[in-house]
């Protein structure tokens, strides 16, 4: 995921960049994707394979998280 984010905001190859709330948008939408394919009646992965990290909003009240968050990298 960090490969694709890579190429997908900061590479020199990619020629069509994007910010970090478009970049947001697009983690999400993947996330409910595979979120889907991963539900016991899909079977189409076994586990949802983006990677989420754990974090406390209250004491003991876990909220899942993903890892990456949108920092803004205007590149001219």
Do not use: H, Y
Request: with cysteine; charged share 25%; hydrophobic share 35%.
């Amino acid at each position: 995921m960090d490969d694709f984010e890579f190429w997908r905001r900061t590479s020199a190859d990619n020629l069509v960049r994007v910010g970090g709330n478009k970049w947001n948008r697009e983690l999400a939408a993947l996330m409910n994707l595979d979120t889907w394919a991963a539900k016991p009646g899909n079977k189409f992965v076994p586990r949802n394979p983006i990677p989420l990290c754990g974090a406390l909003s209250e004491p003991s009240s876990p909220v899942r998280a993903l890892p990456t968050q949108p920092r803004p990298n205007r590149i001219p």
